[in-house]
């Protein structure tokens, strides 16, 4: 039986809803962390309002479990169960959405072809992403670019078949090459060969379409952002793309924190800087924008359009993964201090 999605995400939120937070730590030595922590959340559950209640809930509640745990439950649990019935959509004018319910996928029509932003699981180009392409009147052949937000398999386990089939050229930072050469993909194709290295502020030019680069490590040490113009049936927008969103928090090593704080600083002060009012994501189930993609399928005329959520909205939007990764941290000092610095030792098991 498939559960919908909608009532699995309300079904989750309303358990964590009635975990109490923390309650672990009381007698802990760490209690100035714990109000640092209850603070943290409590602003993140602020900042989410009505508009990203299941993301604080999972990456911000939970603590004795380790927050985002749920996230990791979820993405293990449905990645491998593809959703074959997610019928792609157009989400902008001539953006469209290619990917799964679980793993976001990306189509940019240009005057000189098409750039697409992630390209799921390897194996799954054949079945899904170039479907998907014919089904919103790509030719795939007209792919010339691959830009791989970070270098995990459910990102760029299609970027080689496009690199192989089409010439299509791929796009990566230069810390996520380095982490797919060090350790290489298992699955035959998953993997594609080092081509083009950006970085912070790069632009991406195809015909009459520009992206800019945006460096956002701290789920990979290289993970990629895109800043975009898109236009809602011809009302120009600004969309950020946020390439390495951390849903593995929980075990997020220490010297990575900063790095991942920091990124976050960068996408909310670019956000501010363009007026960035359009949220897109690569896992559209865990921010919930994969219900708005849905809606978007039968959108009534003068309907808005529900992935612009404001400039204010975005400015939200990353004030949620802020404070529930300064929520996390504190978590994760307290954890440590229990039970000392290996996060495999620690009880309760923490699933990674
Ligand atoms: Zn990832």
């Given at each position: 039986m498939r559960i919908s999605l909608k009532t699995a995400l309300a079904a989750t939120a309303g358990?964590?809803?009635?975990?109490?937070?923390?309650?672990?730590?009381?007698?802990?030595?760490?209690?100035?962390?714990?109000a640092d922590l209850k603070q943290h959340s409590a602003a993140a559950h602020t900042a989410a309002g009505k508009d990203w209640t299941w993301m604080a809930n999972m990456m911000c509640q939970n603590a004795e479990f380790g927050g985002d745990v749920i996230g990791h439950f979820w993405a293990g649990q449905r990645m491998g169960d593809a959703d074959q019935d997610f019928e792609p959509v157009q989400v902008f004018d001539g953006v469209y959405y290619v990917g799964l319910r679980e793993i976001g996928a990306?189509?940019?029509?240009?005057?000189a072809g098409v750039i697409l932003i992630d390209s799921l699981l390897p194996g799954q180009a054949?079945?899904?992403?170039?479907?998907?392409?014919?089904?919103?009147?790509?030719?795939?052949?007209?792919?010339?670019?691959?830009i791989v937000t970070h270098g995990h398999a459910?990102?760029?386990?299609?970027?080689?078949?496009?690199?192989?089939?089409?010439?299509?050229?791929?796009?990566?930072?230069?810390?996520?090459?380095?982490?797919?050469?060090k350790a290489p993909a298992k699955e035959p194709g998953g993997q594609p060969k080092r081509d083009q290295v950006v970085k912070d502020g790069d632009k991406i030019t195809l015909g009459d379409r520009t992206l800019t680069i945006l460096f956002t490590p701290g789920h990979t040490p290289g993970s990629l952002?895109?800043?975009?113009?898109?236009?809602?049936k011809g009302a120009p927008h600004k969309a950020i793309l946020f390439g390495g969103a951390g849903w593995g928090l929980a075990l997020m090593p220490m010297p990575m924190r900063p790095i991942y704080a920091n990124s976050l600083n960068h996408l909310q002060e670019t956000a501010t800087a363009n007026h960035v009012d359009v949220e897109l994501d690569g896992h559209g189930f865990l921010t919930g924008s994969i219900l708005k993609i849905a809606q978007l399928r039968d959108r009534k005329a003068g309907a808005p359009n529900p992935l612009v959520i404001g400039e204010d909205g975005y400015k939200h939007y990353i004030d949620v993964f802020k404070e529930c990764h300064a929520a996390s941290t504190d978590r994760y000092q307290m954890l440590a201090a229990k039970y000392g610095p290996d996060p495999r030792k620690w009880q309760p098991q923490i699933v990674d």
């Amino acid at each position: 039986m498939r559960i919908s999605l909608k009532t699995a995400l309300a079904a989750t939120a309303g358990v964590l809803a009635l975990i109490p937070l923390a309650q672990t730590f009381a007698q802990d030595s760490g209690a100035g962390l714990l109000a640092d922590l209850k603070q943290h959340s409590a602003a993140a559950h602020t900042a989410a309002g009505k508009d990203w209640t299941w993301m604080a809930n999972m990456m911000c509640q939970n603590a004795e479990f380790g927050g985002d745990v749920i996230g990791h439950f979820w993405a293990g649990q449905r990645m491998g169960d593809a959703d074959q019935d997610f019928e792609p959509v157009q989400v902008f004018d001539g953006v469209y959405y290619v990917g799964l319910r679980e793993i976001g996928a990306y189509a940019i029509k240009t005057s000189a072809g098409v750039i697409l932003i992630d390209s799921l699981l390897p194996g799954q180009a054949e079945p899904y992403l170039v479907p998907h392409l014919k089904k919103v009147g790509i030719d795939p052949s007209q792919v010339k670019y691959v830009i791989v937000t970070h270098g995990h398999a459910d990102h760029m386990g299609g970027a080689a078949y496009f690199q192989d089939k089409y010439k299509a050229k791929v796009a990566m930072t230069a810390p996520d090459w380095d982490m797919i050469e060090k350790a290489p993909a298992k699955e035959p194709g998953g993997q594609p060969k080092r081509d083009q290295v950006v970085k912070d502020g790069d632009k991406i030019t195809l015909g009459d379409r520009t992206l800019t680069i945006l460096f956002t490590p701290g789920h990979t040490p290289g993970s990629l952002s895109v800043l975009m113009d898109v236009k809602d049936k011809g009302a120009p927008h600004k969309a950020i793309l946020f390439g390495g969103a951390g849903w593995g928090l929980a075990l997020m090593p220490m010297p990575m924190r900063p790095i991942y704080a920091n990124s976050l600083n960068h996408l909310q002060e670019t956000a501010t800087a363009n007026h960035v009012d359009v949220e897109l994501d690569g896992h559209g189930f865990l921010t919930g924008s994969i219900l708005k993609i849905a809606q978007l399928r039968d959108r009534k005329a003068g309907a808005p359009n529900p992935l612009v959520i404001g400039e204010d909205g975005y400015k939200h939007y990353i004030d949620v993964f802020k404070e529930c990764h300064a929520a996390s941290t504190d978590r994760y000092q307290m954890l440590a201090a229990k039970y000392g610095p290996d996060p495999r030792k620690w009880q309760p098991q923490i699933v990674d």
